[in-house]
């Protein structure tokens, strides 16, 4: 299976692809072709919703041809693609006009608008109309937000049309409505027309304090002195001196509303690996998981609605650079989730920045990747963030204040062995061990280790032991499950009695539950769904009735992501605050991890378990 095959899934390629490349499709494994038509079907009602919100008479079209005829059936019914083949061929501003708005309803912005800027060159004051008020939807998609609102005031004032004055009037009023306060200064310094720069202004005074709308007011005065439009300055003014619903206070961010009919890009950034590699299962699962939370939330909202922009990280011939250039440049997406490994994120991040999109990254675990960057988030907590939250628990949960640490000299667990102790000595406790040793090398010997959590005097007076509440084992790597059955039985011989603390590999052992009736062990793991609840069962039927196969622990991360990512975007409706919403969101709840960043940009969400003889019980999560 070539892994050069399958360049971008937004539903136009995909559509493209699936009609007229059949020998493709075999390597299309990623996406079935009811996926492909279902992908169209859901993203396509929403930019139709807005493509249609005027109703041109046809008959007044200069066009009447069998092929416009044809293709506006095609149109009619929804089938945009086949129309735009149709519509293409028809050279006059009836076709480019149709060009355009199947192009929009697809998803494809820029296309649609070098149709667009042709059709409203026409004499024919109808298509005029109807191709500037599709040019303006199409800035707004492209967030070119103060050509879009002169594109609209001027079909405000001066169409003939009622039906057009009123749908810009209203397309105008809600894009008001959804602007940030950086996003109406770009709009103040970019609009021609001096009534929008007042509007931008004026329409955010409900949302801001009375000395910020006095600072923005100053703003408009400095731009119209001595102008043409002075006059403007006097009507806001008693505007400003009338108006009594300032609130009273500054707020963090002003709340914005999204326009119905909006339209969002996700852009998804994973590898292509042949099919009957393990890694396969891993890249495949993960997509599958993004696809089925952005069809559940297109279907559960028809005002809003979300593109996939998929690009293969392993392309040969590619470079970050080029990856992060075509999901910003072409595909316009306004959040990513990907790559998968961190080498690769790193070489990303930077563009992030750059390009100010936020990137989650979902299995990541580099403590590096994104220190300085604002917009890389990490959906799995690192290491440290992992040894960290684990003294939290030991200290302030289990209430243990004398610990010791066991760890695996140039082991991923050696990360968490540090972070473990800084963190409880900060809270207070005393960390009176820190046995750090390559363990392997040594033939796997612990028992120099272990005898310092016996309970034989002897032994305690000889080695004049100090005595420990608990025990840190984060212990990882293929020889994890070997050293935690050593030590765990050298434990027992010393009769310890000991708290032991542990890493999630320790989920991963099968102790003898007898045993495990005289101790108390405690282990701290992330993403393990729990599959009494009913969306997890829901989850897990429906991804077998969509893919054919059982969803495993990547479908699960994949589904997370996307969903976390969604639900924060539909909370804060703009892209354009997103970033800051990701740090601050403290309420999602997967289906097998928390997403908590804390202000951070690294998921600080740890489940904590006990093992006991009926089976492990998560006893609580860091917060």
């Given at each position: 299976?070539?892994?050069?095959?399958?360049?971008?899934?937004?539903?136009?390629?995909?559509?493209?692809?699936?009609?007229?490349?059949?020998?493709?499709?075999?390597?299309?494994?990623?996406?079935?072709?009811?996926?492909?038509?279902?992908?169209?079907?859901?993203?396509?009602?929403?930019?139709?919703?807005?493509?249609?919100?005027?109703?041109?008479?046809?008959?007044?079209?200069?066009?009447?041809?069998?092929?416009?005829?044809?293709?506006?059936?095609?149109?009619?019914?929804?089938?945009?693609?086949?129309?735009?083949?149709?519509?293409?061929?028809?050279?006059?501003?009836?076709?480019?006009?149709?060009?355009?708005?199947?192009?929009?309803?697809?998803?494809?912005?820029?296309?649609?608008?070098?149709?667009?800027?042709?059709?409203?060159?026409?004499?024919?004051?109808?298509?005029?109309?109807?191709?500037?008020?599709?040019?303006?939807?199409?800035?707004?998609?492209?967030?070119?937000?103060?050509?879009?609102?002169?594109?609209?005031?001027?079909?405000?004032?001066?169409?003939?049309?009622?039906?057009?004055?009123?749908?810009?009037?209203?397309?105008?009023?809600?894009?008001?409505?959804?602007?940030?306060?950086?996003?109406?200064?770009?709009?103040?310094?970019?609009?021609?027309?001096?009534?929008?720069?007042?509007?931008?202004?004026?329409?955010?005074?409900?949302?801001?304090?009375?000395?910020?709308?006095?600072?923005?007011?100053?703003?408009?005065?400095?731009?119209?002195?001595?102008?043409?439009?002075?006059?403007?300055?006097?009507?806001?003014?008693?505007?400003?001196?009338?108006?009594?619903?300032?609130?009273?206070?500054?707020?963090?961010?002003?709340?914005?509303?999204?326009?119905?009919?909006?339209?969002?890009?996700?852009?998804?950034?994973?590898?292509?690996?042949?099919?009957?590699?393990?890694?396969?299962k891993v890249s495949q699962a993960i997509y599958n998981g993004i696809q089925l939370a952005v069809e559940k939330f297109n279907k559960s909202d028809s005002t809003k609605k979300v593109f996939i922009h998929y690009q293969n990280t392993l392309k040969n011939d590619s470079l970050p650079q080029d990856i992060m250039t075509e999901l910003s440049w072409n595909d316009r997406v306004d959040m990513i989730i990907g790559p998968l490994y961190s080498e690769m994120a790193a070489k990303m991040a930077p563009m992030t920045e750059q390009y100010q999109i936020p990137l989650l990254a979902p299995l990541a675990n580099s403590d590096s990747l994104n220190f300085d960057n604002p917009y890389v988030f990490q959906a799995n907590p690192t290491f440290k963030v992992r040894g960290k939250q684990m003294a939290d628990f030991a200290v302030k949960q289990l209430h243990l204040d004398t610990l010791a640490v066991i760890t695996n000299q140039n082991s991923l667990g050696m990360q968490e062995a540090f972070a473990f102790r800084d963190e409880a000595e900060r809270l207070g406790a005393k960390v009176r061990y820190f046995f750090s040793d390559n363990l392997e090398a040594n033939g796997f010997d612990v028992s120099k280790y272990t005898q310092y959590f016996s309970t034989d005097s002897t032994t305690v007076d000889s080695l004049h032991i100090k005595p420990v509440q608990g025990l840190y084992l984060p212990l990882t790597g293929n020889t994890a499950p070997t050293l935690i059955n050593l030590i765990f039985t050298d434990l027992e011989a010393h009769r310890s009695n000991v708290t032991v603390l542990g890493s999630q590999e320790w989920s991963l052992v099968n102790l003898d539950p007898e045993s495990l009736k005289e101790f108390n062990i405690y282990y701290s793991a992330i993403n393990i769904p729990d599959e009494t609840l009913d969306s997890v069962k829901e989850f897990r039927a429906n991804y077998r009735n969509r893919f054919g196969i059982a969803a495993n622990k990547y479908a699960i991360v994949g589904y997370n992501c996307a969903k976390y990512l969604l639900e924060t975007l539909n909370s804060v409706q703009n892209p354009a605050l997103l970033k800051e919403a990701l740090k601050n969101n403290h309420s999602f709840k997967g289906l097998s991890s928390h997403f908590y960043f804390d202000g951070t940009h690294i998921n600080q969400a740890v489940e904590f378990y006990k093992m006991t003889p009926k089976g492990n019980i998560k006893v609580g999560i860091s917060n």
């Open positions: 299976m070539s892994c050069n095959g399958l360049k971008k899934l937004s539903s136009y390629s995909l559509f493209s692809i699936f009609n007229h490349n059949r020998k493709a499709l075999p390597i299309l494994k990623w996406v079935s072709a009811t996926t492909l038509l279902t992908l169209i079907i859901l993203t396509g009602n929403a930019f139709n919703a807005q493509a249609q919100l005027i109703n041109t008479n046809v008959q007044t079209l200069p066009n009447k041809s069998k092929h416009f005829q044809q293709a506006l059936s095609l149109y009619k019914q929804k089938n945009y693609q086949q129309a735009l083949s149709l519509f293409t061929k028809i050279d006059n501003a009836a076709g480019e006009l149709f060009a355009g708005k199947s192009n929009f309803a697809l998803g494809n912005f820029l296309l649609a608008k070098s149709y667009l800027s042709k059709a409203a060159q026409s004499p024919n004051s109808k298509v005029q109309d109807e191709a500037n008020y599709t040019l303006a939807l199409s800035d707004f998609q492209l967030h070119n937000y103060a050509r879009e609102l002169d594109i609209l005031h001027r079909l405000m004032n001066q169409s003939q049309a009622y039906d057009i004055q009123s749908a810009a009037r209203k397309f105008y009023n809600e894009t008001l409505g959804f602007l940030t306060l950086e996003q109406r200064k770009k709009v103040f310094s970019a609009s021609d027309i001096p009534a929008v720069q007042r509007d931008v202004v004026t329409s955010v005074f409900n949302k801001v304090d009375r000395k910020t709308a006095g600072s923005l007011l100053n703003a408009l005065k400095l731009r119209f002195n001595n102008t043409p439009d002075s006059t403007i300055i006097q009507q806001l003014e008693n505007k400003a001196s009338t108006y009594n619903n300032f609130p009273d206070y500054a707020p963090n961010q002003i709340h914005v509303t999204a326009p119905a009919g909006i339209s969002y890009s996700l852009g998804v950034a994973l590898p292509k690996f042949e099919k009957d590699t393990q890694e396969y």
